[in-house]
């Protein structure tokens, strides 16, 4: 059974940091790309970084270019987003995705086929 839980959400000041974890389960987890999306109250859900399996390879949104950091530790199967100088716009419910084989870094959420249950990250102004 494929899982992915998500931690590290809250509330935090304009400016500040987080690190988000997702832990998961399931698959042989290098062998697949990661990603990271996001859903902003009456927003759809959008791309923010994904990862290939060996951790080489990052894309990242252009609107958290410089900001928000992927990684992943294949040993402790996680992967981690490190999210810096938060804005008021980056409140959402961040999610992390296992991609689809053969999708390292997609961008796309159709290409991606498990889901976690999300973490709520809140940026006060």
């Known amino acids: 059974q494929v899982q992915l839980v998500e931690s590290g959400g809250g509330l935090v000041q304009a400016g500040g940091s987080l690190r988000l974890s997702c832990a998961a389960s399931?698959?042989?987890?290098?062998?697949?790309?990661m990603g990271w999306f996001r859903q902003a109250q009456g927003k759809e859900r959008e791309f923010v970084a994904a990862i290939s399996g060996s951790g080489s390879t990052t894309r990242y949104a252009d609107s958290v270019k410089g900001r928000f950091t992927i990684s992943r530790d294949n040993t402790k199967n996680m992967v981690y987003l490190q999210i810096n100088s938060l804005k008021a716009e980056d409140t959402a419910v961040y999610y992390c995705?296992?991609?689809?084989?053969?999708?390292?870094?997609?961008?796309?959420?159709?290409?991606?086929?498990?889901w976690g249950q999300g973490t709520q990250v809140t940026v006060s102004s």
């Open positions: 399931g698959r042989t987890f290098s062998t697949y790309g």
């Open positions: 995705a296992f991609a689809a084989l053969g999708f390292a870094t997609a961008s796309n959420s159709r290409r991606y086929d498990y």
